[in-house]
């Protein structure tokens, strides 16, 4: 009894339902993975210990499009389409002043405490304003060498979305 009603569930008679229904998830699974949330596996070491590398999730493709992200947000940030991107942290946003001394986070002049970096960091970086319409952003494994490391200033149209978890 069992075994029959598995293989009706995984190899039902096509009919005219069965088709439609086939067509139904396939359309659903289309417009979910690729306009609301889209795969992604993480690459690179740039964001540990809050996210490693070969974790799989998933980028909210929606989440910034009625506001913008805001410092301490974890971003997606487009490369070269939608096919490539990073995934970085929003230390600053347009108008803030952003700075490192000594390893230490500044922005507008106020160093900021940030539970989510782990390890030492000695990245020293000259002050500099973050412009209209642009984030900075920088990843969470400042143990890496400044020159290492990619970040910075990026435009709001370049945020693709943010990881569901």
């Given at each position: 009894?069992?075994?029959?009603?598995?293989?009706?569930?995984?190899?039902?008679?096509?009919?005219?339902?069965?088709?439609?229904?086939?067509?139904?998830?396939?359309?659903?699974?289309?417009?979910?993975?690729?306009?609301?949330?889209?795969?992604?596996?993480?690459?690179?070491?740039?964001?540990?210990?809050?996210?490693?590398?070969?974790?799989?999730?998933?980028?909210?493709?929606?989440?910034?499009?009625?506001?913008?992200?805001?410092?301490?947000?974890?971003?997606?940030?487009?490369?070269?389409?939608d096919s490539?991107?990073?995934?970085?942290?929003?230390?600053?946003?347009?108008?803030?002043?952003?700075?490192?001394?000594?390893?230490?986070?500044?922005?507008?002049?106020?160093?900021?405490?940030?539970?989510?970096?782990?390890?030492?960091?000695?990245?020293?970086?000259?002050?500099?304003?973050?412009?209209?319409?642009?984030?900075?952003?920088?990843?969470d494994n400042?143990?890496?060498?400044?020159?290492?490391?990619?970040?910075?200033?990026?435009?709001?149209?370049?945020?693709?979305?943010g990881p569901?978890?």
């Amino acid at each position: 009894m069992i075994v029959d009603w598995l293989k009706r569930f995984f190899f039902p008679t096509p009919s005219r339902w069965f088709f439609l229904r086939l067509g139904c998830v396939a359309l659903a699974a289309y417009i979910f993975f690729g306009h609301v949330c889209r795969p992604m596996r993480i690459s690179g070491l740039s964001m540990l210990p809050t996210y490693h590398t070969g974790q799989v999730n998933l980028c909210n493709l929606w989440k910034y499009r009625f506001s913008p992200p805001q410092a301490g947000d974890v971003v997606m940030v487009r490369l070269t389409g939608d096919s490539v991107m990073y995934l970085k942290r929003v230390v600053a946003v347009g108008g803030q002043t952003v700075e490192f001394r000594k390893g230490v986070l500044w922005v507008d002049g106020h160093p900021v405490e940030e539970d989510y970096v782990k390890g030492p960091c000695d990245w020293e970086l000259a002050p500099r304003k973050v412009r209209l319409g642009n984030v900075y952003v920088v990843g969470d494994n400042r143990s890496v060498d400044i020159e290492k490391h990619d970040f910075g200033q990026t435009s709001l149209n370049n945020i693709a979305g943010g990881p569901v978890w």
